[in-house]
């Protein structure tokens, strides 16, 4: 979801120092645009008529 949304932070997995300048980073910048991109991509990708109409789909799929 960080890629997709372009909001967040990645790190090497497994990776406690590269989890901890990834936070730092975060903590240490403005959150504001990070945050405004975040709103924007869970209104486009995440509202309830298209999470509505994604369970009226699988629903229509399981019942064939």
Request: net charge negative; aromatic share 10%.
């Amino acid at each position: 979801q960080v890629r997709r949304s372009g909001t967040g932070a990645l790190y090497e997995p497994g990776d406690a120092a590269s989890l901890a300048a990834a936070a730092d980073r975060l903590l240490d910048g403005d959150l504001a645009p990070m945050r405004a991109a975040a709103r924007r991509f869970v209104e486009a990708h995440h509202r309830w008529d298209a999470a509505f109409e994604r369970i009226f789909a699988a629903y229509a799929e399981v019942l064939g």
